[in-house]
């Protein structure tokens, strides 16, 4: 493999994964999906791929071409670039599969992630004083309690789990639903939804778009509340501030419920496995980041189209071509992160791009360095015993759906 | 070394709050004002905070 980047400075302990030989006939051309049962992600393919001069061409399932953007700072440029649209009513958006219950934006109005400048900063504006530092920080408590909760009811079930099931899945969901002022009788319920909507093994299609449905009518009817009677909450506050009207208020709620859930419960997920592997790192904090990076569970979600013609890493891309930022391929990228396979929290891992760069960067990103430090935090002060109940290389990677995470997460204490 | 900010841009990320605590902070709206011009101690900290800003909010002015 040639390196065009930096000279590597030192040796890494962990030698990069290679790839199983590929039957692609034509190298030039790369076929979706990218990630794949034996194949490590992210998938060691990357590495070729970021070294390639230009961009690389690729199909997606539904025959469309689409320009893979593999470099760090290409990753950067391409969600920088104003002739490039998040909106994916546009001809040439790309379709990377299955996105569960994500509604289309034409159904429900506020779906802001799917909105270009200036029309998607109204809504952005609205929302960020929610989600400031200070804000976050001052949800810690809260949150702490809720992830002792869910330790509680694990520790008195017996001495296994599924920590996917029991504990990655429900803490944001419990978080989102307290943020939005879900009254904390109603949370279960808003729970076991949430958790349909994101299980695709667990659950059918039909079961999905019922849980997408119940859930939409039960924020609806919260929103009717909250202009009854307003309480101290992320909806009432917006509801009093008037940017955004309350038919798009639902369309906001949803997004942030979907955004924030699976997202986070994967990085929870990967993040003790990585952690029972790596127990040198266990009470360090520094490991969020490095989770957030090192497994970039966002892969393929900030997808892009050419609204213009125009030029990234000297490859023109044409107006109405779809463009697929790898954001794993980015973090993984060595001449940002050296030994970009080695799990090392005492790297700089800041610069990463799992949440994301330019505008629509990460709305979240703040409460899930909090979510992710008191989960991990509590789970091994609670159960310091804790242990996989598979081999690792057994654990039920999902490889069909747009996020990358786990299935289930067996454990034993 | 002087900075200058510009709230109009800012997408209330935090990257600057969480990184260079001493020079930056968020408003009332969440959006991006300056503490201080940063002491010799705090340079490189600054030029961390404004190369992360995911929205090119935050322009260091060497010298
Ligand atoms: C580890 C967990 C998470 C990851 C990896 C993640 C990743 C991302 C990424 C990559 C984007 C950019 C999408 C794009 O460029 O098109 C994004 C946007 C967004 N995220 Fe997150 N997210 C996480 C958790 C959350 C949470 C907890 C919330 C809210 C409670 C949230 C709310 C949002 C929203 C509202 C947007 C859209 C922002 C905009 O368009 O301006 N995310 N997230
Ligand atoms: S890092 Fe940039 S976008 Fe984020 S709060 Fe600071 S100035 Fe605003």
Same mark, same amino acid.
């Given at each position: 493999m040639k390196h065009t980047g930096p000279a590597v400075p030192r040796t890494c302990p962990v030698a990069a994964q290679t790839a199983p030989a +590929?039957?692609?006939?034509? /190298?030039a051309m790369v076929d979706f999906p990218l990630r794949q049962p034996g194949v490590p992600f992210p998938p060691p393919d990357y590495a070729d791929y970021r070294d390639r001069q230009g961009l690389v061409l690729s199909h997606l399932p539904d025959g469309k071409r689409v320009w893979l953007v593999t470099r760090h700072e290409d990753v950067r440029a391409v969600l920088t670039?104003?002739?490039? &649209? &998040?909106?994916?009513?546009?001809?040439?958006? /790309?379709?990377?599969?299955k996105t569960v219950g994500v509604p289309k934006q034409d159904q429900i109005p506020g779906w802001f992630v799917g909105m270009d400048s200036p029309e998607h900063d109204r809504f952005r504006k609205a929302l960020i004083p929610e989600f400031t530092v200070r804000r976050v920080r001052a949800m810690r408590p809260a949150i702490e309690r809720t992830v002792e909760a869910r330790l509680d009811e694990m520790l008195a079930a017996g001495n296994t789990a599924d920590l996917v099931a029991d504990y990655a899945l429900p803490i944001p969901s419990l978080v989102i639903s307290a943020l939005l002022g879900v009254p904390p009788t109603d949370r279960d319920f808003f729970e076991s939804r949430t958790r349909v909507l994101v299980s695709l093994r667990g659950s059918t299609e039909e079961q999905r778009m019922t849980a997408g449905k119940e859930l939409l009518r039960y924020i609806n009817r919260l929103i009717s509340i909250k202009e009854k009677w307003p309480g101290d909450d992320l909806v009432s506050r917006l509801l009093a501030n008037g940017a955004i009207a309350p038919h798009e208020l639902s369309g906001v709620l949803m997004l942030l419920l979907i955004a924030g859930h699976e997202t986070t419960a994967n990085n929870i997920a990967l993040g003790v496995v990585t952690l029972l592997t790596h127990p040198q790192w266990i009470h360090d904090d520094r490991a969020v980041e490095e989770t957030l990076r090192f497994h970039s569970v966002a892969d393929l979600v900030s997808l892009r189209v050419a609204v213009e013609d125009v030029e990234i890493a000297g490859q023109l891309i044409k107006a109405g071509e779809g463009i697929v930022p790898l954001v794993a391929a980015a973090n993984h990228d060595e001449s940002v992160f050296e030994c970009p396979h080695e799990f090392d929290? &005492?790297? +700089? %891992?800041?610069?990463?791009v799992a949440f994301g760069y330019g505008v629509h960067q990460c709305l979240g990103q703040n409460l899930v360095r909090v979510e992710m430090e008191v989960a991990y935090r509590k789970l091994f002060e609670r159960i310091p015993n804790l242990q996989l109940d598979v081999p690792v290389d057994g654990l039920g990677i999902k490889y069909d759906s747009v996020l990358y995470g786990l299935h289930e997460l067996p454990v034993r204490w | 070394m002087r900075i200058t900010v510009a709230p109009d841009r800012?997408?209330? %990320?935090g990257q600057c709050v969480l990184n260079a605590p001493a020079l930056f902070d968020q408003d009332d709206d969440g959006l991006v004002t300056l503490l201080a011009d940063p002491g010799a101690d705090q340079e490189s900290a600054a030029r961390v905070a404004s190369g992360l800003c995911p929205s090119r909010a935050i322009t260091v002015h060497e010298g």
């Open positions: +590929s039957d692609v006939t034509d /190298p670039n104003p002739k490039i &649209s &998040s909106n994916p009513e546009h001809e040439g958006f /790309p379709n990377v599969g929290p &005492s790297r +700089s %891992a800041r610069s990463h | 800012c997408v209330g %990320a």
